[in-house]
T-cell receptor, first 118, second 109 residues
Framework: DTAVSQTPKYLVTQMGNDKSIKCEQN?????MYWYKQDSKKFLKIMFS???????INETVPNRFSPKSPDKAHLNLHINSLELGDSAVYFC?????????????????FGPGTRLLVL | GQNIDQPTEMTATEGAIVQINCTYQ??????LFWYQQHAGEAPTFLSY??LDGLEEKGRFSSFLSRSKGYSYLLLKELQMKDSASYLC??????????WGAGTKLIIKP
């Protein structure tokens, strides 16, 4: 069974459109994340969200908004798509066990959604 | 199915060398990534191997053997700041990333 799944795998759309990417985790985790992978393969965190708080990376345009219908889902909605939004977007989840020191609590990543804006 | 295996946790001493292994079984292969992740931070890209062999980048090196479905990340002259999780991920034939669960590396003085 896939622990973290994303749909769609590929998304090709026109500039100016509104689109959503869905993420689901079946691990019972408390926290979910959205990352954007840039052309140099670096992952930049966009949002982290649990039932307590939403943490937004201030560099993320407000055209991007996370929507969580329940604990197992964190969808990414994008308004007015721009060419620069073309990238691979990864969803991840982890169990919130508090401060464990310098080592990251294991995050489980989805396979990615390739977004191409034309 | 698709599978990435790496040790859950490793411990090493400051100044020493450690090798983190990753084995994979995927539907096709378009490259293998190593990422480092500290608590509360996004994963940091370390390396990308698509051809067999060793690639060195400072204190970090990454090795790939496609015929064996095997890679390792080698960290030399370990520093306390190297305490982190190390994630192995393989890009399959559909250009989807299959992620390992990560290896927690603990560095002791």
């Amino acid at each position: 069974d896939t622990a973290v799944s994303q749909t769609p795998k590929y998304l090709v759309t026109q500039m100016g459109n509104d689109k959503s990417i869905k993420c689901e985790q079946n691990l019972g985790h408390d926290t979910m994340y959205w990352y954007k992978q840039d052309s140099k393969k670096f992952l930049k965190i966009m949002f982290s969200y649990n039932n307590k708080e939403l943490i937004i990376n201030e560099t993320v345009p407000n055209r991007f908004s996370p929507k969580s219908p329940d604990k197992a889902h964190l969808n990414l909605h994008i308004n007015s798509l721009e060419l620069g939004d073309s990238a691979v977007y990864f969803c991840a989840s982890s169990q919130d066990l508090g401060d464990r020191g310098p080592i990251q609590e294991t995050q489980y990543f989805g396979p990615g959604t390739r977004l191409l804006v034309l | 199915g698709q599978n990435i295996d790496q040790p859950t946790e490793m411990t090493a001493t400051e100044g020493a060398i450690v090798q983190i292994n990753c084995t994979y079984q995927t539907s096709g292969f378009n490259g293998l990534f190593w990422y480092q992740q500290h608590a509360g931070e996004a994963p940091t890209f370390l390396s990308y191997n698509v051809l067999d062999g060793l690639e060195e980048k400072g204190r970090f090196s990454s090795f790939l053997s496609r015929s064996k479905g095997y890679s390792y990340l080698l960290l030399k002259e370990l520093q306390m700041k190297d305490s982190a999780s190390y994630l192995c991920a393989v890009e399959d034939s559909n250009y989807q990333l299959i992620w390992g669960a990560g290896t927690k590396l603990i560095i002791k003085p």
